[in-house]
């Protein structure tokens, strides 16, 4: 049978979940049925660019670390501006001005810019783990805060193995969420079996993230981006 997608949706729409949801969604923590839920509203194109980045990140992650570091401030930069010139009716220039403004920071305060990602890192995963050990969503804030100071603080004393494990980490979600948009814009292909596992082992995504994760790690240290450079020999 041939496998065939849906595109009804917009090139330009990432997702149709609105700003006031993920306001939400960062107070309560993200759980799998938001993560299920953006998978199924996602664009094709979309997840295709997601799967690509995804590898990028977590094969080459340390390797072009700065232009990634950049490129996610930049996204930040464009979302924060998305979000103060929606209610301005300009919310196209603003989040060009924010993308701009967010690169251009990033780029000369590289160290910094890590450790903010690691922030925000650490930051999703301790509200994934909470939320996924079942307990209560309302203080996911919590594992948040947890993760966030965990990340950032690693980041400024194990610099080269916080860059492999920020950028394996970022890329194993980008390419689970990449997978799993196209799979649910597969015609004909029982996405119950997905909800069913989800389900019922709350633990398997973050499982999962996780395996990848230290699978990229894994392939960036072998290539050596974990190795000290060799000082020159004193004259």
């Not at 509200?127 to 209560?136: E, K, N, T």
Request: hydrophobic share 55%; aromatic share 10%.
């Amino acid at each position: 049978m041939p496998l065939e997608v849906t595109t009804t949706q917009p090139a330009m729409q990432i997702t149709s979940v609105s700003t006031e949801h993920w306001l939400d969604v960062l107070r309560r923590g993200l759980g799998q049925t938001d993560l299920l839920h953006t998978c199924r509203e996602m664009n094709p194109a979309v997840a295709v660019i997601l799967i690509a980045a995804g590898i990028i990140f977590l094969l080459w992650g340390y390797y072009a670390f700065k232009a990634l570091v950049t490129l996610n401030a930049a996204a930040m930069g464009a979302w924060l501006g998305t979000m103060l010139g929606k209610e301005a009716g300009g919310a196209l220039p603003a989040a060009c001005i924010g993308a701009f403004i967010g690169a251009a920071v990033a780029w000369p305060l590289m160290k910094y810019a890590v450790a903010v990602m690691g922030g925000v890192i650490g930051m999703t995963v301790g509200m994934c783990v909470w939320r996924s050990a079942g307990l209560d969503p309302n203080f996911a804030a919590a594992g948040g805060g947890m993760g966030m100071i965990f990340f950032g603080m690693l980041s400024f004393i194990l610099f080269r193995t916080s860059v492999m494990l920020f950028t394996s980490a970022q890329g194993a979600v980008m390419l689970i969420f990449g997978v799993l948009g196209l799979v649910f814009k597969i015609n004909g292909f029982d996405t119950h079996v997905i909800d069913t596992k989800l389900a019922g082992s709350p633990m398997l995504m973050p499982i999962v993230v996780g395996f990848a994760a230290i699978a990229g790690l894994l392939y960036q240290n072998s290539q050596g981006g974990g190795q000290q450079p060799v000082p020159a020999p004193a004259k």
